[in-house]
């Protein structure tokens, strides 16, 4: 019988809920690291008892942590992270004689094969990449090389990277987006990186078509289907069947094309899911009623998902990494918000109950499917 564990950074320490396949009976287990903002948490595909931790505080810095028993017990990681004196910012010793400073890791992804590989996104924007369990980091530096570098800007939460995305079929190639410069592609494991911007438009640069600026909220993609790509931006939600190449939107029927999040079904490649919020400066959902939308053909059209949601005076926000999917034959779908609820459905969004309630502002949600 196949099994789920939810994890769930927060504000104020991380959760991790399990349930059988039946996903109607929930344990909760935390907080894990009380009252210290999680801003990540990550499950290794390669081991179902690997989980990586991303711990930030503004005065004692960045420290990552990574169990080896499914979150039982924690070690800390990573000796390159060194507190300085200096509160709000860290140093990340990148194998030079010359650290540099850094706010937080915004997001860990761990390979798709091996539990002790793992990358790391982090503000100001740079991507890290660990062999050995997270325990000592080096930096990709082609992606901070890159030409156009100069004229990044950060967005409202940062100049962060925050979205990684490790194709299947070839492990030369990664995805990754920042906020605010867009999305970029290598194809060769690093070393070079292109941006893949194309089709899209932001009103708020000076050119709206530019090469980088763009602020690119999330960006997901299905294994089955490695060169499709679905992107929320700042305001669109968009479209790529070239690997980033090209984009197009499927704003479509929603009721605003402004959120955070979006991710896609576990067994159908064209069901996407993204959660509107009412505006870039009002972040909650339009009219105060919280919908999941739902296209079951990759943009072209969408239906709203209320059964179970709170639909009057609610006031939450869902941020970019707190949706995830789990991968059992009747795919689970789940969301955390800012009001400390995290909501699930067993029924690919059918309907919807709250797991948990009343939790810290939560940060992320990540899924590990369990034999």
């Not at 059988?20 to 990540?40: A, M, S």
């Not at 390159?80 to 910012?89: L, S, V, W």
């Not at 069901?271 to 739902?294: N, Q």
């Amino acid at each position: 019988m196949s099994s789920v564990r939810v994890l769930v950074g927060t504000r104020k320490g991380a959760f991790i809920l399990t349930s059988d396949d039946k996903r109607q009976d929930w344990h909760v287990d935390g907080p894990h690291f009380g009252g210290l903002e999680i801003y990540h948490m990550k499950g290794s595909p390669a081991d179902p008892n690997r989980i990586y931790a991303s711990q930030a505080s503004d005065w004692f810095g960045q420290v990552m942590h990574r169990s080896d028993d499914g979150g039982r017990t924690w070690q800390t990681v990573g000796n390159e992270f060194a507190y300085q004196g200096k509160p709000g910012t860290h140093q990340w010793y990148d194998g030079t004689a010359h650290p540099w400073d850094f706010k937080r890791v915004w997001h860990l992804e761990p390979s798709l094969s091996d539990p002790d590989v793992v990358y790391a996104g982090v503000e100001d924007a740079a991507l890290f990449r660990s062999d050995d369990g997270g325990m000592t980091w080096n930096e990709l530096p082609g992606l901070r090389e890159h030409d156009t570098a100069g004229i990044w800007q950060p967005g409202a939460g940062g100049l962060c990277l925050h979205t990684i995305i490790l194709d299947p079929t070839d492990p030369n190639r990664i995805y990754i987006a920042i906020s605010a410069a867009g999305a970029f592609r290598t194809d060769d494991g690093g070393q070079t990186w292109k941006p893949i911007n194309h089709g899209l438009k932001s009103d708020y640069i000076p050119e709206e078509a530019a090469e980088v600026g763009h602020c690119v909220h999330h960006v997901a993609m299905h294994p089955s289907r490695p060169g499709v790509l679905f992107m929320q931006k700042h305001w669109d939600v968009m479209r790529s069947d070239d690997g980033g190449d090209n984009w197009h939107e499927v704003s479509d029927n929603l009721p605003s094309d402004f959120g955070f999040v979006i991710d896609i079904h576990a067994h159908e490649p064209e069901t996407i899911y993204v959660v509107p919020i009412k505006s870039d400066s009002e972040h909650y959902p339009p009219d105060g009623k919280l919908r999941v939308y739902r296209s079951r053909s990759g943009g072209n059209g969408w239906e709203a998902l209320t059964n179970g949601l709170p639909q009057q005076d609610c006031y939450v926000n869902v941020l970019r990494d707190a949706m995830a999917v789990d991968r059992l034959d009747s795919c689970g779908i789940y969301f955390g918000t800012t009001g400390g609820q995290v909501y699930a459905s067993a029924d690919s969004g059918d309907n919807w109950a709250a797991i948990v309630r009343d939790l810290p502002a939560v940060l992320s949600v990540e899924v590990q499917t369990l034999p």
